[in-house]
């Protein structure tokens, strides 16, 4: 049998894994043994009689960071186990989270994540073992936890098994055209005087489909124009619509 895909948690607060993890078709998968989940406590690792695992920045200012001897230690304990698996820490500062991001971390054999806690982690440590900083959006948490629990659920949810044909569907519609999602209705047909849209009832498939894609594109356009600009960048039919394509070569003044 091959070893499911394994996560394990460094972090001062292990008593929060699995969280929101352990609900719900994630928790089951974990109950399943389809994944693993593993929080450990950096405390461990700490020093002396106090098991000090943070200090104040040198070059002074507020807050405390997590020494590196700590969570070197932590990271080496970790990483002895098992197959190779890539070693991320959660900051503000690291690269954002994508859905490609997540595919990758998905289909190798699991992940190694460093929750931050406090200003941060010593820069040492992070550039030695060579971390992957990654980001879950442009705010700041007050710690990773929050943020590795969100990388998690997006891997975990495109591991076989865990969540069937729906998963794969919902993965398929944003990153096939990265496109948002066209907007979703359920009965009953009329709600406190609000319709739902025609076409919906219509029973003609052809048509359902030609409307949810026009929305998803409008949605995406007035919502997300970076998506979009990115999108009419890699598709040159897009880029023709939108009127941000090159003139054909013919037509250029200094073609002939
Ligand atoms: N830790 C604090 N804020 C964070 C963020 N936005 N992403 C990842 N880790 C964090």
Redesign the pocket.
């Known amino acids: 049998m091959t070893t499911p895909w394994r996560a394990t948690i460094l972090t001062l607060f292990p008593e929060v894994f699995p969280g929101p993890l352990g609900a719900s078709l994630a928790g089951r998968g974990l109950r399943d043994g389809l994944w693993q989940l593993d929080a450990r406590d950096m405390r461990a690792f700490g020093i002396g009689r106090h098991r000090s695992v943070d200090d104040t920045p040198f070059g002074g200012g507020a807050g405390m960071v997590l020494r590196p001897d700590v969570v070197d230690a932590a990271c080496e304990a970790a990483l002895a186990e098992g197959p190779e698996r890539p070693l991320v820490a959660?900051?503000?500062r690291?690269e954002p989270l994508t859905q490609s991001t997540v595919r990758e971390l998905a289909a190798g054999p699991g992940v190694v994540l460093l929750c931050?806690r406090y200003e941060g982690v010593d820069q040492r440590v992070v550039e030695a073992r060579r971390m992957r900083e990654?980001?879950?959006?442009?705010?700041?948490?007050?710690?990773?936890e929050t943020?590795a629990m969100a990388l998690l659920d997006a891997c975990v949810r495109l591991l076989p098994g865990v969540m069937g044909a729906a998963g794969s569907a919902a993965e398929e519609s944003f990153t096939a055209g990265d496109l948002l999602e066209y907007p979703h209705y359920t009965r009953p047909a009329e709600w406190n005087g609000h319709r739902v849209p025609e076409v919906l009832l219509s029973g003609h498939h052809a048509e359902v489909a030609h409307w949810r894609r026009a929305e998803a594109e409008r949605v995406t356009r007035e919502r997300r124009p970076d998506l979009w600009a990115r999108r009419a960048a890699a598709s040159p039919t897009i880029a023709a619509e939108e009127g941000t394509a090159p003139p054909p070569l013919a037509a250029r003044p200094d073609a002939a």
């Open positions: 959660l900051t503000p690291g931050g990654i980001s879950v959006g442009d705010y700041v948490l007050s710690g990773g943020a």
